[in-house]
């Protein structure tokens, strides 16, 4: 079944304990993505990945980190969580960057930083 | 710069149907989606319209596009309890910041009986 996995589900912490969320897809996707959804705001864009060793920052990158070493693989790091990231995260893939196209998107993950 | 805009809340009674509305900034913008949110779940892509389109249905749901006054709505006929949900649209923009969605605020759709 083609699907953006993402883990874990729920994951409640305390500030400056680093964490990961990891993001997995299986449909050989090049163009990769993280949003975060907050209450008014609907979904921001914090960091993207047009391809394998090849990322940037989207719209509220700050706190955040990402890597792309594999092409399925896509974790979304927190260095030195701070309550303010408490939020739902969303990973979204799509089959390329260059080109408009469905994107499809994990479960997500709702972090709560004490 | 990219602007989405949508009211926070609906409520409709089982059977009426119902019309959510969303504004958008970037002309530049070919494809606007609709997601779904249901609660706990992630986003379920409803459907999505072309920008030199007018009007998509597709069973229950209508898209009007109305490119002048960058206003677009979904209406779902004969709403049901399952409709339930907060409704996203977003515009897609490539750019250099790859096939990025710019999403509005989400309506929160109440479906009463």
């Known amino acids: 079944e083609a699907q953006v996995t993402q883990n874990p589900r729920y994951l409640i912490t305390v500030t400056g304990k680093k964490l990961t969320v990891t993001c997995s897809q299986n449909?050989?996707?090049?163009?990769m993505s993280w949003y975060r959804q907050d209450p008014g705001l609907g979904l921001r864009q914090i960091y993207y990945?047009?391809?394998?060793?090849?990322?940037d920052k989207g719209d509220v990158p700050e706190g955040y980190k990402v890597s792309r070493k594999e092409k399925r693989n896509f974790p979304l790091i927190l260095e030195s969580p701070s309550p303010n990231q408490t939020s739902l995260y969303f990973c979204?893939?799509?089959?390329?960057?260059?080109?408009?196209?469905?994107?499809?998107f994990g479960p997500g993950t709702r972090l709560t930083v004490l | 710069g990219e602007d989405v805009e949508q009211s926070l809340f609906l409520s409709v009674r089982e059977g009426d149907s119902s019309v959510i509305n969303c504004t958008y900034t970037?002309?530049?913008?070919?494809?606007l989606y609709w997601y779904k949110q249901e609660p706990g779940a992630g986003l379920q892509l409803l459907t999505y319209?072309?920008?030199?389109?007018d009007m998509k249905q597709d069973q229950r749901l209508t898209v009007l596009l109305n490119k002048k006054d960058k206003h677009l709505s979904l209406r779902i006929a004969d709403t049901q309890t399952g409709d339930s949900a907060i409704y996203f649209c977003?515009?897609?923009?490539?750019?250099?910041?790859?096939?990025?969605?710019?999403f509005g605020t989400g309506t929160q759709l109440k479906v009463e009986l």
């Open positions: 990945s047009m391809n394998v060793e090849v990322t």
């Open positions: 977003a515009e897609s923009q490539v750019t250099g910041g790859g096939n990025k969605l710019t």
């Open positions: 979204a893939s799509s089959r390329s960057g260059r080109a408009q196209g469905e994107q499809f």
């Open positions: 970037d002309s530049s913008s070919t494809y």
């Open positions: 319209i072309f920008s030199n389109m």
């Open positions: 449909m050989n996707h090049e163009y």
